[in-house]
């Protein structure tokens, strides 16, 4: 339960590490997401009603508890939860301010069962007492405010709330329950007497935010393990468009291709604007993002065998030299290779989508490793080396489906910078076009038919393509950027909280059990990832 209910602060705190950075002016990063608080609202109002049936209603949450004061001491060991209910859950703009969000969440009920031990003028045992909290509101009021008019520091302004209607506590002793009954209202004012330390305790967790926004920091992420440092610093304060009700947040979004942490992608200066009548969250990934994603498997991937038969036979066939060279007992295997000068390499265009070596030289290599027979181990009979210029397209559409297409590619340039069997003058430019060529139409003939996303966890993705509708993912909206979008299944029109608690039954009595299987999957990763090492700039 802990880790998924600390899931954002885990994504936030967790994974963060020191690293030293420059003061910067404030500027777009090369990754842009644009929210709508509208299906925030939603988002959360579906989730509070989801969270506790999948993850605490009917667990036994170990709790070790005690307080003490002038006159009584309370010690909670553990809490059963049967049911804990969110009547109230919301999330928006506060009206005549400057951009306050507001998450409230109110009207909260705990049935529960604790064992514990509690001393009021004497002596109760909480042995499976019942305890019940009444209309406990949370209410959080956050402000993003930017600590210089052109820089990237900013600091969050919190103001929290929190209150309690009632607390009652029953045992299986009517003796018991008598005194019990007769120190309700004492019981109720120590317990709404340390309410303020609730609301303290997130400002503390908000002070230690503001520390490392205000500290030379960044927020590294491992993606997928770590060697990809994803860089989730913000390059500005987020920004509230009132008029549209959308927040904005700008990362600097780039990964970092050398263990010293260099990264050689010029940053993006254009911000992207919001696409109208589309999705209600959007995400704008710009090609330099995405370039120093292939830098990173440039180094730590890169090279890769090619596990295409009729490639490898094909380049036997063009150039004999390597079967006469090994004899009939030639074993061999081909690799590829790619080599680039910075991020330029990669571009996006609206018009052809993602263009590899338009604008930088792009090097790739094809190598052939080779043995017989009487060899032990493989060597490098021949590399060739050239000039890439290739265009390579994926998308997402609305059904989950992922289509992939390498409609154009084009090699120059192309010489042998290794040779161990004698190769011959040729045309190689012409002969390594007709082998790529052939290779990536064999990749598009397998594509003919697009990927279902779906498949790939039939358990819980089903789950997640029904709250998350009209998916798209496309190069093909704008220069520069890849969009992906999506929207809430609630959306567009925020619904009333009679609205709310219906859907929420309908999809909690549906999706119960793959719901709880996802939001564990989702803990489990997020606990996995380590924080990344202190990284020079």
Not at 92 to 100: K, L, R, S
Not at 165 to 193: E, F, P, R
Not at 375 to 386: G, L, R, W
Not at 466 to 475: E, G, K, R, S
Request: charged share 15%.
């Amino acid at each position: 339960m802990k880790s998924s209910l600390l899931l954002v602060a885990l994504f936030a705190l967790s994974v963060s590490t020191e690293r030293i950075l420059q003061d910067q002016p404030a500027q777009a990063g090369s990754l842009k997401v644009s929210l709508s608080v509208p299906s925030v609202n939603n988002i959360v109002g579906v989730l509070a009603g989801i969270l506790p049936s999948c993850l605490v209603n009917n667990k036994t949450l170990d709790i070790n508890y005690t307080q003490s004061g002038f006159g009584y001491n309370i010690y909670i060991h553990d809490l059963h939860i049967n049911t804990l209910n969110f009547n109230t859950r919301e999330v928006y703009y506060v009206p005549e301010t400057n951009g306050t969000l507001r998450v409230l969440f109110g009207g909260i009920d705990l049935n529960s069962v604790m064992n514990g031990t509690m001393y009021i003028l004497g002596f109760i045992p909480l042995d499976a007492a019942q305890l019940n909290l009444t209309n406990l509101t949370v209410q959080l009021d956050l402000l993003a405010v930017p600590m210089a008019e052109n820089g990237n520091k900013w600091q969050i302004k919190e103001v929290s709330f929190i209150d309690l209607t009632d607390i009652t506590i029953q045992t299986t002793n009517s003796g018991w329950n008598a005194l019990i009954y007769t120190l309700h209202g004492t019981i109720n004012s120590i317990v709404k007497s340390y309410l303020p330390q609730v609301s303290a305790g997130i400002t503390y967790l908000v002070d230690g935010i503001n520390a490392k926004l205000a500290s030379p920091s960044g927020f590294m992420f491992n993606l997928f393990d770590a060697r990809f440092p994803l860089n989730l610093t913000t390059t500005q304060a987020p920004e509230a468009d009132l008029s549209n009700k959308t927040l904005n947040l700008n990362f600097d979004g780039t990964f970092f291709d050398t263990p010293a942490g260099t990264n050689h992608v010029k940053a993006n200066t254009n911000d992207p604007a919001r696409l109208p009548k589309t999705n209600s969250n959007q995400v704008f990934i710009h090609q330099s993002m995405l370039a120093s994603l292939m830098m990173v498997l440039e180094q730590e991937i890169l090279p890769v065998r090619l596990n295409d038969t009729n490639t490898t036979n094909q380049i036997l066939q063009l150039f004999p030299e390597i079967q006469y060279h090994y004899g009939e007992s030639l074993v061999s295997e081909v690799y590829v290779d790619l080599t680039v000068q910075s991020g330029g390499f990669l571009t996006l265009s609206q018009a052809s989508g993602m263009m590899i070596g338009k604008d930088e030289i792009t090097t790739l290599h094809l190598q052939v490793y080779a043995k017989n027979s009487t060899m032990p181990a493989q060597e490098m009979a021949v590399q060739f080396d050239m000039d890439l210029l290739m265009v390579l397209n994926s998308t997402i559409q609305p059904d989950w489906k992922l289509y992939l297409n390498i409609p154009k590619l084009l090699i120059a340039n192309t010489i042998v910078s290794h040779d161990n069997v004698g190769m011959v003058s040729r045309n190689y430019d012409s002969l390594m076009t007709a082998v790529l060529r052939s290779a990536t139409n064999s990749i598009n003939v397998k594509w003919r038919r697009p990927f279902d996303l779906v498949s790939l966890d039939p358990e819980t993705l089903p789950f997640i393509q029904n709250m998350l509708l009209h998916l798209q993912a496309t190069p093909f909206l704008m220069d520069e950027f890849y969009y992906v979008g999506f929207t809430f299944f609630m959306d567009p029109t925020p619904m009333s909280r009679a609205t709310y608690n219906r859907y929420t039954d309908r999809v909690t009595e549906q999706y119960r059990e793959v719901a709880y299987r996802v939001f564990d999957k989702l803990g489990a990763y997020f606990e996995s990832i380590k924080p990344v090492q202190n990284v020079a700039q």
